[in-house]
């Protein structure tokens, strides 16, 4: 599992492949956060130059988003960041 301790996150090695190209609905991305329920999380995605933001629902302490394909619509590598919002405050 994927946590966020403090924004700061850390994975288990078997947990770095999180879904291939054009899963759709197969896969859930789940992230252990110790966040307060006010703070909105997005995931930032990138591969190359072409960018996407994902909102991740929330379930008690678990974020998580179900892949789908237009989340995963290349073959290759994404460099991933969390980004909180609450207020004007971010994170």
Do not use: F, P
């Amino acid at each position: 599992m994927i946590r966020l301790d403090n924004w700061w996150v850390s994975l288990d090695l078997g947990d770095r492949v999180i879904g291939y190209e054009s899963d759709h609905l197969h896969r859930r991305l789940e992230i252990a956060a110790d966040l307060d329920a006010g703070w909105a999380v997005k995931l930032d995605m990138a591969l190359g130059k072409v960018k996407n933001v994902v909102d991740l629902e929330r379930t008690g302490d678990v974020l998580w988003v179900d892949l789908t394909r237009d989340i995963l619509a290349s073959d290759g590598l994404y460099r991933c960041q969390l980004r909180g919002l609450k207020g004007d405050t971010v994170a």
